[in-house]
């Protein structure tokens, strides 16, 4: 469901096959898995890429999954959830770099996947960012809020991804502030990333300070997910 491999200093997850991506149990504790081999491998000057085979980055939670569940399908949808929580709390807390290659639609949970990394490069021939929640009838988890108020500064741009869920192309997601960079195709997409990732794995930077500092920056993310922790600047001195 997805795989991981190291392309010199910068770790590259990609999900693969040509489906949706959905983010079911399964495929978020492979997820999962290639977090926890990423962070056991902290040397310093490294970085993260990831990125999707197919159509989609990311179709968000797997919805067919929760309902086959009959009477327990709520129940269903929140495990996914508590689940995918961990992901982000891993992601904002890896010691290292992170960039996400959008190849594809990135909705709800999916768009979430893409902006719990600290860059974000879309593809602009195809594909968008949707938070399906509205049309689909699901409230946001307290997570998904607040990291939409943490990646997405401007009100405006915030009301039209929550409360008019708007699909939005690459090229708009770079005015509204909400991506860094569209590119013309996958590949494209991928390369742009990777040169961002060697350039900030080169940058050899301690991996700690650069979590902490990453979780200071987005301090109400980071405090809901439990993240936040005094600094004791006197120890690394």
């Given at each position: 469901m997805c795989t991981l491999e190291k392309r010199g200093h910068v770790f590259v997850l990609t999900l693969t096959?040509?489906?949706e991506h959905r983010l079911n149990p399964t495929l978020i504790d492979a997820?999962?898995?290639?977090?926890?081999?990423?962070?056991?491998?902290?040397?310093?000057?490294?970085?993260?890429?990831?990125?999707?085979?197919?159509?989609?980055?990311?179709n968000g939670f797997d919805l067919n999954w929760a309902k086959a569940g009959g009477s327990a399908s709520q129940e269903r949808v929140h495990?996914?959830?508590?689940?995918?929580e961990q992901i982000v709390a891993d992601l904002m807390s890896l010691p290292m770099p992170t960039?996400?290659?959008?190849?594809?639609?990135a909705s709800a949970a999916g768009c979430m996947l893409a902006l719990s990394h600290d860059y974000v490069y879309m593809r602009k021939d195809r594909g968008f960012l949707y938070m399906s929640e509205l049309d689909i009838g699901l409230p946001f988890p307290d997570y998904f809020m607040a990291m939409l108020r943490s990646k997405i500064a401007a009100p405006r741009a915030r009301r039209d991804v929550v409360l008019r869920a708007a699909k939005i192309k690459a090229e708009e997601a770079v005015e509204m502030g909400i991506i860094d960079e569209a590119h013309s195709s996958?590949?494209?997409?991928?390369?742009?990333?990777?040169?961002?990732?060697?350039?900030?794995?080169?940058?050899?930077w301690d991996g700690?300070?650069?979590?902490?500092?990453?979780?200071?920056?987005?301090s109400e993310?980071?405090?809901?997910?439990?993240?936040?922790?005094?600094?004791?600047?006197?120890?690394?001195?």
């Amino acid at each position: 469901m997805c795989t991981l491999e190291k392309r010199g200093h910068v770790f590259v997850l990609t999900l693969t096959g040509d489906g949706e991506h959905r983010l079911n149990p399964t495929l978020i504790d492979a997820i999962q898995d290639a977090l926890r081999r990423v962070r056991a491998d902290p040397t310093p000057g490294s970085a993260l890429v990831t990125t999707a085979k197919g159509k989609f980055f990311s179709n968000g939670f797997d919805l067919n999954w929760a309902k086959a569940g009959g009477s327990a399908s709520q129940e269903r949808v929140h495990q996914m959830s508590s689940k995918f929580e961990q992901i982000v709390a891993d992601l904002m807390s890896l010691p290292m770099p992170t960039v996400a290659a959008v190849t594809g639609h990135a909705s709800a949970a999916g768009c979430m996947l893409a902006l719990s990394h600290d860059y974000v490069y879309m593809r602009k021939d195809r594909g968008f960012l949707y938070m399906s929640e509205l049309d689909i009838g699901l409230p946001f988890p307290d997570y998904f809020m607040a990291m939409l108020r943490s990646k997405i500064a401007a009100p405006r741009a915030r009301r039209d991804v929550v409360l008019r869920a708007a699909k939005i192309k690459a090229e708009e997601a770079v005015e509204m502030g909400i991506i860094d960079e569209a590119h013309s195709s996958p590949g494209e997409t991928v390369e742009a990333a990777m040169r961002r990732a060697e350039e900030l794995a080169g940058r050899k930077w301690d991996g700690e300070v650069y979590a902490s500092i990453r979780k200071a920056t987005f301090s109400e993310i980071s405090g809901v997910l439990g993240l936040v922790k005094k600094l004791d600047i006197a120890s690394r001195l």
